[in-house]
């Protein structure tokens, strides 16, 4: 039903995501993508572990003097 319409939405959203990822790097940011499967109970572990050590720094901070993630 509408499937036209869902999926030039679908690949309208992607197009703005991808470009709001890049400007955000571009400006010192690290971007994480965190989907709602990977909240659920079986694998909210993972997730963490994986957030913790993308995001974090070796002492165990995460971000800089300006309140960004460090990192690329």
Known sequence: MHTEFWEAK??????????TAEALEKDGWTVVTVWECQ??????????????????????SVSDEDGKMEGH
């Open 10 to 19: 679908f690949a309208r959203n992607v197009e703005r995501d991808r470009r």
């Open 39 to 60: 909240l659920k109970k079986g694998e909210i572990e993972h997730t963490r572990t994986y957030l913790y050590t993308t995001l974090c720094k070796p002492d165990g």
